[in-house]
């Protein structure tokens, strides 16, 4: 029914900034709530930020606050992820995730919250 892709991944330099988009095919998300996950090689897969769709209200994981931030374009149904001043440690896959229904603080962090998933995209920071 949904289906997210991710673009925008690729090389950058430590303290360089990468933009992430994810473009969803539904025809609304107006009832969704969409996040950003990333899976680095052996670890699990970990929360990095969320947003609301209704009101746009944003969440982020301490590790990334204050660097990246997650917005929305409601014309084009895309989820955006700025990454400023990166570092080597936030090398990993990124993955777009959504959510029917309102985001709910409980359970946004959690991987079984989100019924839908991008194939992902790597990002790579060198040092």
């Known amino acids: 029914q949904v289906q997210l892709v991710e673009s925008g991944g690729g090389l950058v330099q430590a303290g360089g900034s990468l933009r992430l988009s994810c473009a969803a095919s539904?025809?609304?998300?107006?009832?969704?709530?969409r996040a950003w996950f990333r899976q680095a090689p052996g670890k699990e897969r970990e929360f990095v930020a969320a947003i609301s769709w209704t009101d746009g209200s944003t969440y982020y994981a301490d590790s990334v606050e204050g660097r990246f931030t997650i917005s929305r374009d409601n014309a084009k149904n895309t989820v955006y992820l700025q990454m400023n001043s990166l570092k080597p440690e936030d090398t990993a896959v990124y993955y777009c995730?959504?959510?029917?229904?309102?985001?709910?603080?409980?359970?946004?962090?959690?991987?079984?919250?989100?019924?839908?998933w991008g194939q992902g995209t790597q990002v790579t920071v060198s040092s």
């Open positions: 995730a959504a959510k029917v229904g309102s985001l709910s603080r409980a359970t946004m962090t959690r991987l079984n919250a989100y019924a839908y």
């Open positions: 539904g025809r609304t998300f107006s009832s969704y709530g």
